[in-house]
């Protein structure tokens, strides 16, 4: 497992811009006062490379994540989560694989209504390294 590359988008844009870098075995970031300091509403991904030394399917789990999550494989998506668990098919293929994690926030951030200042917002992004387990043969 390598280094996490976080980058952002905002709405309507296709670009992504480099957000944070978070070392293996480092602390993922708690994105919540940079995404109201900018007014955030668009998508976040988290990218890594994983080595795989035959083809196989894994399972990846998010611990803690927020809104939600998809997960593409090698530029594929293998599913879409809206609520824990946070559980998807992870097919390595032999050598290097791109796993990119992209969240989709709400627009709480950007338009607050009145009511949203009484609403105890969750950390915002990944709070928690993605964990890798064997799929079920």
Known sequence: RGPWEVTFSE?????YRPLSRVEEGASFPDLTDWAVERQFCGTLRYETKIDSAKSCTEILRLP??????????????????????????????????????????TPVYLTPDPRSAFTILPPLGIAEPPLRCRAAE
């Not at 709405?11 to 670009?15: Q, Y």
């Not at 098919?89 to 694989?97: A, H, K, Q, S």
């Open 64 to 105: 803690a994540a927020v809104d939600a999550a998809e997960v593409f494989v090698n530029g594929e998506s293998v599913g879409k989560r809206i609520g824990a668990p946070y559980c998807y098919p992870l097919p390595l293929r032999e050598g290097e694989n791109t796993v990119e994690i992209v969240l989709s926030t």
């Open 11 to 15: 709405v309507g844009e296709t670009v």
